[in-house]
């Protein structure tokens, strides 16, 4: 079974980009000439999906609108002889349905994915977190792999994609315990929430990119709220593993960074590598940067 519908949960405060997100999206921050959400939406276009649910939340209309036809603009562009401009907002023909639902209340990522079950109802999904580029300009087929890992047997209710990254690391993250060794596909054994380094029982940590079954939804109903009253999607998975549900881990490649714009750290890593490697204004960039650093 081909899998065509993603879930893109969007709705979180994005507090710790503040100010930066007090009246837009975190998943609008501009990375290199695009925003963020959009390099998520050509990674699953790419991947074949055709059916995109955002999960928005307060002040988040910006993303619908980002999404939109805008016919007014195209007519302004072309009237006033930028025809070559027209090619930026390519984007908005990918053969793509969009659907936009509210999580009313911020109550963590786990409820997110939970306010996608009217829409997805009994099919396989992806998610597809709104805030993270997989790779530099998004050329990853790490979702079709998924989906390709999903469908290879009935059994699988969960694919979670993981990236590799530096054992002091792992106290960051969710963090997979694969069963047997960890060869790029691997069985998930559990899960462990931000472990110590010596606790942790790899430092693959979970990537930004999910295939469900539809199982994952009775998951979540009976997750218990965690901290903050939040019900956490780790939390949800690691029950399906538990009650004995197939998981599978895949790794990222080394092509396959996670690019995280969720502190200003890692988006400033972000912008500065999408911005270097910009085809028309990375070359510039580049000289520009190397005489800062040489003063
Ligand atoms: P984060 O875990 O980074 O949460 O979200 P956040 O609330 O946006 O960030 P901080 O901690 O306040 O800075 C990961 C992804 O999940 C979405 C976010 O929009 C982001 O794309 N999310 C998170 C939701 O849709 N709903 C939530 O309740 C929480």
Same mark, same amino acid.
């Given at each position: 079974m081909s899998i065509d519908i993603a879930v893109i949960p969007v709705?979180? *405060?994005? !507090?710790?980009?503040l100010p930066s997100t007090k009246s837009q999206p975190? /998943?609008?921050? +501009?990375v290199g000439r695009k925003p963020v959400v959009q390099y998520v939406v050509e990674e699953l276009a790419l991947n074949g999906i055709r059916r995109s649910m955002f999960i928005t939340g307060p002040g988040k209309t910006s993303i619908e609108n980002h999404f939109d036809w805008d016919d007014e603009l195209i007519s302004y562009l072309r009237t006033t002889g930028r /025809?070559?401009?027209?090619q930026d907002l390519e984007? /908005?023909?990918?053969d793509m349905e969009y659907a936009y639902t509210r999580q #009313? #209340?911020?109550?963590?990522l786990g409820h997110a994915v939970l306010c996608a079950q009217p829409f997805v109802r009994n099919q396989p999904f992806v998610v597809a977190l709104g805030d993270s580029i997989i790779g530099l300009h998004a050329k990853s087929n790490i979702i079709q792999r998924m989906i390709d890992e999903y469908d290879r &047997?009935?059994?699988? *209710?969960a694919v979670v994609a993981f990236e590799p990254v530096p054992? /002091? *690391?792992? !106290?960051?993250y969710g963090i997979a315990k694969p069963h047997g060794d960890t060869a790029d596909v691997f069985e998930l054994e559990d899960l462990i929430e931000k472990p110590s380094v010596d606790e942790? +029982? &790899?430092?693959l940590a979970v990537a930004a990119r999910y295939v469900f079954s539809p199982e994952i939804f009775n998951a979540l109903e009976q997750t218990e709220p965690g901290k903050g009253g939040e019900i956490q999607l780790t939390d949800a998975i690691r029950l399906l593993l538990s009650s004995g549900r197939r998981g599978i881990g895949i790794r990222l490649s080394e092509a396959e960074r996670r690019f995280d714009i969720g502190n200003f750290t890692s988006y400033f890593h972000a912008f500065t590598e999408f911005a270097l490697t910009d085809p028309e204004y990375g070359p510039e960039l580049r000289d520009y940067v190397r005489g800062l650093l040489e003063d």
């Open positions: 709705a979180g *405060h994005g !507090t710790r980009l975190k /998943e609008m921050l +501009p /025809e070559d401009q027209l984007y /908005e023909r990918f #009313r #209340r911020q109550l963590g &047997s009935d059994d699988i *209710h054992k /002091e *690391h792992v !106290t960051r942790a +029982p &790899s430092n």
